[in-house]
C-alpha cells in the first residue's frame, strides 16, 4: 500500500473502538493511548461505535474521551462530538428494543429478529447491533462532510458482511482497512503514515 503524504489534518482516520483500538470488551491500553495522541498530531483523529457514550468513555479509559479525539462518536454517531462539543443527538428507540433483546438466551438466526425497516449486525465480542435502516456507521459520516477532507480513512475489525463495520468500509467516501487487534491497527497506521 502507498504511503500518504504524512502531517496533513486535512485527512481523517476514523476508528472502530471495540477490537480495533481497545481489546474486545476492554480498556485501552496506555500504549495505544499515547500512539493516538502521536498520531492526531499528523491526522485529524475520530472514534464511532455502535456503543452508547458511556461505555465509549470507560472503554477510552474513563478521561474526557471528548478532548482526546476531534471528534467521538457513539451509537454510531447519533451522539455526536466535535473538538470537544456536542454537535448533535438523535434519540435511539431502537436501543429499548435492543436492551430487552439483551435479556433473552443467544440465538442462532439473528435474521429472524430483523424487521422490514430495521437492521442486524454483529456489534462487538457477545453482542448483535439493532437499528433503523441509514443509522449503521455511515451515519457519522454526515457529521463530518462539510470539513471536507481529502481522505477519510477507516479501521475496524467487523468489515464483512454482516459485521456493524461493513457499511462503512464499504462506503465509496471511505478508504477501509480491516484490522485483527489493537497491535494490528497500529502496525497498520505506521506502513501508511510512516510512522516509528
Same mark, same amino acid.
Given at each position: 500500500?502507498?504511503?500518504?503524504?504524512?502531517?496533513?489534518?486535512?485527512?481523517?482516520?476514523?476508528f472502530?473502538?471495540?477490537?480495533?483500538?481497545?481489546?474486545?470488551r476492554?480498556?485501552?491500553?496506555?500504549e495505544?493511548k499515547?500512539?493516538?495522541?502521536?498520531?492526531?498530531k499528523?491526522v485529524?483523529?475520530a472514534?464511532v461505535?455502535?456503543?452508547?457514550?458511556?461505555?465509549?468513555?470507560?472503554?477510552?479509559?474513563s478521561?474526557n474521551?471528548?478532548?482526546?479525539?476531534?471528534?467521538?462518536?457513539?451509537?454510531?454517531?447519533?451522539?455526536?462530538?466535535?473538538?470537544?462539543?456536542?454537535i448533535h443527538?438523535q434519540?435511539?428507540?431502537?436501543?429499548?428494543?435492543t436492551? @430487552?433483546?439483551?435479556?433473552?438466551v443467544?440465538?442462532?438466526?439473528?435474521?429472524?429478529?430483523?424487521?422490514?425497516?430495521?437492521?442486524?449486525?454483529?456489534?462487538?465480542?457477545?453482542?448483535?447491533?439493532?437499528?433503523?435502516k441509514?443509522?449503521? @456507521?455511515?451515519y457519522?459520516?454526515?457529521h463530518?462532510?462539510?470539513?471536507?477532507?481529502?481522505?477519510?480513512h477507516?479501521f475496524?475489525?467487523?468489515c464483512y458482511?454482516?459485521?456493524?463495520?461493513?457499511?462503512?468500509?464499504?462506503?465509496e467516501?471511505?478508504?477501509?482497512?480491516?484490522?485483527?487487534?489493537?497491535?494490528?491497527t497500529m502496525?497498520q497506521l505506521?506502513?501508511?503514515?510512516?510512522?516509528?
Amino acid at each position: 500500500m502507498a504511503s500518504v503524504v504524512p502531517e496533513s489534518r486535512e485527512i481523517l482516520c476514523l476508528f472502530d473502538v471495540d477490537g480495533t483500538v481497545t481489546p474486545a470488551r476492554s480498556v485501552v491500553t496506555p500504549e495505544m493511548k499515547a500512539f493516538m495522541k502521536e498520531l492526531r498530531k499528523k491526522v485529524t483523529v475520530a472514534l464511532v461505535s455502535g456503543s452508547d457514550f458511556p461505555k465509549v468513555q470507560e472503554q477510552m479509559g474513563s478521561e474526557n474521551v471528548t478532548n482526546l479525539y476531534d471528534y467521538v462518536f457513539s451509537e454510531n454517531g447519533l451522539v455526536a462530538y466535535k473538538n470537544g462539543e456536542l454537535i448533535h443527538k438523535q434519540v435511539n428507540a431502537s436501543r429499548f428494543v435492543t436492551s @430487552k433483546l439483551s435479556t433473552l438466551v443467544f440465538l442462532k438466526r439473528v435474521n429472524a429478529l430483523k424487521p422490514k425497516r430495521q437492521r442486524c449486525s454483529i456489534g462487538g465480542q457477545i453482542s448483535f447491533d439493532v437499528f433503523p435502516k441509514g443509522w449503521d @456507521k455511515t451515519y457519522c459520516l454526515g457529521h463530518i462532510e462539510v470539513d471536507n477532507f481529502k481522505e477519510i480513512h477507516f479501521f475496524g475489525d467487523k468489515c464483512y458482511q454482516g459485521g456493524n463495520d461493513y457499511e462503512i468500509y464499504m462506503d465509496e467516501r471511505t478508504r477501509g482497512h480491516i484490522v485483527t487487534s489493537p497491535e494490528d491497527t497500529m502496525n497498520q497506521l505506521k506502513e501508511i503514515f510512516s510512522m516509528s
